[in-house]
């Protein structure tokens, strides 16, 4: 049971970094906001979406399991920690370097232009269907989250386990578009400006937030795989 909470920790922390860096989620989020039934296009992205990325999550997380078997020991999830957290260091130096551009804009007093003044537009009034499949979209599996699908894998916990531990990244990932659905439905005239003056900061410092957050969490997984490859 002890050896269990290291990896809960480190699911913890990275669905919070998934869940508040900002992304193109957050202007869908937003979107969905001013929309005229705000309630039910975010309660159709909230659950599709998260639908979606718990049922990649644990197959992934059992896929990682049966091929680690079929190697011995835990050589596949160290190998897995170095390269996907080079691969984060790698796309935070090309984020500093501007050779990849973020999906969000700057200053979220700013009009919305290219990918995100379409999504936007799309968002005003959307069906059930566009806001569900939004959901899923806007949410792909990436570095982050194979890296605690990694570390969920790695202990070979239980179906139940391994799919609580799934919950609680998605949970976490989901964090902004939970928290509008709650206070669209709690206090429906101030939920637009809650959230976006709640994600403002973020917004305004996402290259840093991106930059070190990819950094640090990139370089903490290699050391680790390198450890428990010496080890």
Request: proline share 6%; charged share 10%.
């Amino acid at each position: 049971m002890a050896g269990a909470v290291p990896v809960s920790i480190e699911v913890i922390i990275l669905g919070l970094f998934s869940g508040l860096r900002p992304g193109t989620s957050t202007v869908a989020v937003l979107a969905l906001l001013k929309s005229r039934e705000p309630a039910r296009g975010l309660l159709f992205f909230t659950v599709a979406g998260f639908v979606f990325t718990w049922s990649i999550g644990v197959l992934v997380v059992f896929g990682f399991h049966g091929a680690d078997r079929a190697i011995g020991g835990s050589t596949l999830a160290s190998v897995l920690d170095i390269v996907l957290g080079a691969a984060a260091i790698v796309l935070a130096a090309s984020l500093h370097r501007g050779w990849v551009k973020p999906a969000v804009r700057h200053s979220p007093s700013a009009p919305s232009t290219g990918r995100a003044a379409r999504l936007t537009a799309r968002l005003r009034n959307p069906a059930a269907g566009l806001a569900a499949a939004t959901g899923a979209l806007t949410h792909i599996p990436g570095i982050v989250y194979l890296l605690a699908l990694n570390a969920i894998a790695t202990p070979n916990p239980p179906v139940v386990h391994a799919g609580l531990e799934v919950a609680l990244y998605n949970t976490l990932w989901f964090l902004v578009p939970l928290v509008s659905l709650v206070l669209v439905i709690a206090r429906p005239r101030a939920a637009l400006e809650s959230v976006e003056a709640a994600t403002a900061w973020v917004r305004r410092h996402e290259h840093a937030v991106l930059v070190v957050g990819l950094l640090v969490v990139g370089g903490y997984v290699v050391v680790k795989g390198t450890a428990s490859l010496l080890t």
